[in-house]
């Protein structure tokens, strides 16, 4: 996001903060676009991208008294984009994981492929860019949500260290996902 798009947004949260409703639909349909055009570049299942911009939109006007119009007003969205992305994806591995899952495609039709099975991919895919301890514990404790306790009885591993594994591995995606979206609008 360009710093003058960024000053343009923080200007209309402000505005909408101040209850001017012109400013704060304005605000939430440039919002629409930013977060539609964030999330299809991570979902591919249309239904999906527009669940997780409905509640990328929710959490803007549920968060919107806590905007401090001083800081920059990106981060501050692409947090709660990314955060409802995160939600999103634990919850496809919960359904997931109670579904028998077909590893081809290739004889399915066009109707019958599951988008949402190929983001599961993408995910395994940059989660197999880290180190084999990292990828353990970040699976455990963010897409099964066990604890930091039952992560490190799990691996036989001392809690700081599942901490030390999953701070770093979170880290390293972070740096990846950040490196990938360097230009995003």
Not at 138 to 149: A, D, G, N, Q
Request: proline share 4%; hydrophobic share 35%; glycine share 4%.
């Amino acid at each position: 996001m360009s710093p003058e798009a960024d000053r343009h947004l923080a200007s209309l949260m402000e505005k909408s903060q101040a209850g001017d409703e012109v400013a704060y639909k304005a605000l939430l349909t440039e919002v629409a676009t930013l977060a539609r055009k964030y999330i299809s570049r991570r979902l591919t299942a249309t239904d999906a991208i527009d669940d997780v911009v409905q509640e990328i939109l929710v959490s803007v006007h549920k968060a919107k008294p806590t905007y401090d119009p001083t800081r920059p007003f990106g981060p501050w969205l692409y947090a709660i984009a990314h955060f409802r992305l995160t939600d999103h994806v634990r919850q496809l591995y919960r359904n997931k994981s109670r579904e028998v899952v077909c590893e081809t495609t290739e004889n399915l039709g066009q109707d019958d492929i599951d988008l949402d099975l190929l983001f599961k991919n993408d995910v395994d895919q940059l989660l197999g860019t880290l180190p084999p301890k990292q990828r353990d514990v970040i699976r455990l404790l963010k897409i099964e949500e066990l604890s930091v306790k039952e992560v490190a009885q799990k691996m036989g591993l001392s809690e700081s260290d599942i901490k030390v594994s999953a701070h770093r591995g979170l880290k390293s995606l972070r740096q990846q996902l950040e490196g990938e979206n360097r230009g995003d609008v």
